[in-house]
Nanobody
Framework: QVQLAESGGGLVQAGGSLRLSCVAS????????MGWFRQAPGKEREFVASISWRGDSTYYADSVKGRITISRDNAKNTMYLQMSSLKPEDTAVYYCAADSLLLRSRKLTAQDCGSWGQGTQVTVSS
């Protein structure tokens, strides 16, 4: 498994942008699909986006398509989530997660993930 640490969250006005980063420790980051999930107060954790281990396949929740881009830099053991046109309903704790298995390219579910970061708060004001 890998250890994950998110950063980049904060308070932003509606319509603004943020870029989240997730830095991984360990030698298998480049072989694992990665994902972003979020949890708003009083709601269940939900899928936001995921990216295959090679970075050639990406998947998005319908609610964020066209506004959010997931990417990774395997040389830096880092994954990113570029968010723009943010809405108040994007307010949540955002978690990065790593696939528990290696070399998968399909869309991740929370159940697929064996490693999680501690989360970073994103707050979008109206």
């Amino acid at each position: 498994q890998v250890q994950l640490a998110e950063s980049g969250g904060g308070l932003v006005q509606a319509g603004g942008s943020l870029r989240l980063s997730c830095v991984a420790s360990g030698r298998t980051f480049s072989q694992r699909a990665m994902g972003w999930f979020r949890q708003a107060p009083g709601k269940e954790r939900e899928f936001v986006a995921s990216i295959s281990w090679r970075g050639d396949s990406t998947y998005y929740a319908d609610s964020v398509k066209g506004r959010i881009t997931i990417s990774r830099d395997n040389a830096k053991n880092t994954m990113y989530l570029q968010m723009s046109s943010l809405k108040p309903e994007d307010t949540a704790v955002y978690y990065c997660a790593a696939d528990s298995l290696l070399l998968r390219s399909r869309k991740l579910t929370a159940q697929d993930c064996g490693s999680w970061g501690q989360g970073t708060q994103v707050t979008v004001s109206s």
